[in-house]
């Protein structure tokens, strides 16, 4: 859900007082959102640091104000920096990973027909696809985090020498001799 207009007002009011020259978002979609409206209400950078998310990347902008949504598209609004941090997402819910996983799956596909695409952001979109299709039943199944029968040692060593999927699966050996 895109930020509570009294939320943006209360951060546009610091943001003023303290003659801010960019903002540091760090969290959810909400988070993040809420420093793309500082960036276009200020023209002032944001740095995002997505704990989950994925509009972090994207052009649009949303407020919510009476239960209603507002969005609109501005290349204003788009993060100078986004870092991510896969440690930040061990403390995450499996069920708001997968959420989260799901966003993302979301906005894969959705780069594959938005009408400013290139064939660079298809291949990318593709192999996202295939990333997060191998890697969200295994997220929901074995999660890392304190959700994780594993320890810590053992989980994080996992958790950080995953292989995303190959495109194509190799042929099968033969072993006809």
């Given at each position: 859900m895109p930020p509570i207009v009294d939320d943006f007002l209360d951060a546009a009011e610091q943001a003023r007082r303290l003659d801010a020259d960019g903002y540091l978002a760090v969290g959810g979609g909400s988070t993040i959102g809420l420093g793309k409206a500082l960036a276009l209400e200020f023209g002032a950078p944001v740095v995002a640091v997505p704990t989950y998310s994925g509009s972090e990347m994207t052009p649009i902008w949303g407020l919510t104000e009476n239960a209603q949504k507002r969005t609109g598209q501005d290349r204003a609004v788009l993060p100078r920096s986004v870092v991510y941090d896969p440690d930040l997402t061990l403390t995450l819910p499996p069920e708001v990973s997968a959420t989260s996983g799901?966003?993302?799956?979301?906005?894969?596909?959705?780069?594959?027909?938005?009408p400013d695409g290139s064939p660079v952001i298809a291949a990318m979109a593709e192999q996202g696809v295939r990333d997060l299709a191998a890697a969200l039943?295994?997220?929901?199944?074995?999660?890392?985090?304190?959700?994780?029968?594993?320890?810590?040692?053992?989980?994080?060593?996992?958790?950080?020498?995953?292989?995303?999927?190959?495109?194509?699966?190799?042929?099968?050996?033969?072993?006809?001799?």
């Open positions: 799901l966003n993302a799956l979301a906005h894969a596909v959705e780069a594959l027909y938005a039943p295994a997220l929901v199944d074995d999660p890392p985090g304190p959700w994780s029968p594993a320890p810590p040692r053992s989980r994080r060593r996992s958790w950080r020498t995953h292989t995303p999927t190959p495109a194509r699966s190799a042929a099968p050996a033969s072993s006809n001799s």
